[in-house]
């Protein structure tokens, strides 16, 4: 009975310990209220009132095989995306460290079970002012140990391990539709880029005819030296225009061989206007579907349970500890006869962790804080995410307005340049107004091809904040 009494004063003393290491609710992310509908910046329709739910160690789902870039009907847009996420260094790095992450949560699951280890030595000596024969020994063990996990401390270390690839299988499909929404604001550029350079060289080719029309008239005498000066400020404005466009395509092109690990794209491929991509129509879903499809926040969360979870491992670090022990070995001078009369030795240790009261009480009440702040960065976390699908499904209405407003304009502005044109040749009215009126009809055309381009960057944006395509 004496034997058995510091295990009965340590499980009195774990009692009164365990009542000091109290847990937050198990499920850190289970009341989070969201709107029942997005409601585009509408304070009454943004209100939340229900709460999430989801089960966030679902698996997680694969970008690749989501593929909802495929609803822009670009098939090049769809070969660059595959070769981006098929050689980019990041998807690499992030493809290491989920394998990483795995090995480690196995080490952890190993602890559980007892660890064996073995040896064999073999020595020999002699004295040095005598001349006696060397004395041989060989020397061979096993031995076997296995702490207890009496308190749930090791299996609560497995279960962050697990937790952490969890996550970090998470952060691989978010790496993933990260590199997607750059491959796709990259290619749509270089297409603003190509049609906006062609389209300045189609203007600097009408420019130029223009200028020798009115050098024409000027060496006719039908025009003053002032319109022929005002012709060639127009070519020179607009070769300027042409060389700052230039440079932008080469930065981007750059950018781009970047995220293909320096293998450049063909230029055969690349997109001449944007109307070789049209805007895909999008399921919206529901505001509580988010936390179970963005991979960021599906990590964010997991990340909030190890942190929950780490609390409890605090706690039990400080627990009374059983450790079993257990070897055999043997020596003898000779080789031959090193098993043939092995030692078996069995041993249990118990520790007492406890004592340092005081520094087991900081080290949890730092774990308690350090959960109550990941608990805070989540929550906002989440409702940024939210307003992030917010703001895209609003713009993506006024885009789609301005578009509109934008396709409307051009079309005026080259009927009004014609006009001016046929006035000008007719002599109603002054080099000025006509080159005036083709100004506004390049900067209409340009603007149109920008209100395309950021349409088309805005829905990625929308799919990015839903965390990929919809169902």
Known sequence: MTAYRPLLLSAALTTVLAACATTPSADPAAHLPVPAQYGRGDAAANAPVQDIQREVTAPPADIRADAWWQGFADPRLDQLIARVLDSNTDMASAGLKLERARAQAGLAGADLWPQASGSVSASASRSTDRGDDWSRNHGASVSLGWELDLWGKLRGQRDIARW????????????????????????????????????????????????????????????????????????????????????????????????LDGQPWPLADEPQNLDVAQSPALAEGLPAELLARRPDLRAAELRLRQSLASIKVTATSYYPSLSLSGSIGSSSPSLGEVLTHPVATLGAGLSLPFLKFRQMQLDIDSADLSYQIAANDFRRTLYTALSEVDNALSARTRLAEQLAAAQASYEEAVEIARLYEVRYRAGATDLRTWLEAEQTRRSSELSLAQVKRSQLVNDVTLYKALGGGTP
């Open 164 to 259: 952490e690839a969890q996550a970090t299988a998470q952060d691989l499909q978010s790496t993933a539709l990260s590199l997607v929404g750059q491959s796709c604001e990259l290619y749509w550029q270089l297409g603003y880029l190509n049609q906006a350079i062609a389209t300045g060289q189609a203007n600097l080719d009408r420019l130029e005819r223009t200028a020798a029309l009115v050098q024409s008239q000027f060496k006719a005498g039908a025009v003053s030296r002032l319109e022929v000066r005002q012709a060639q400020q127009n070519i020179e404005s607009q070769r300027a225009a042409q060389a700052q466009l230039e440079q932008q395509r080469v930065e981007t092109r750059n950018a781009l061989t970047v995220l």
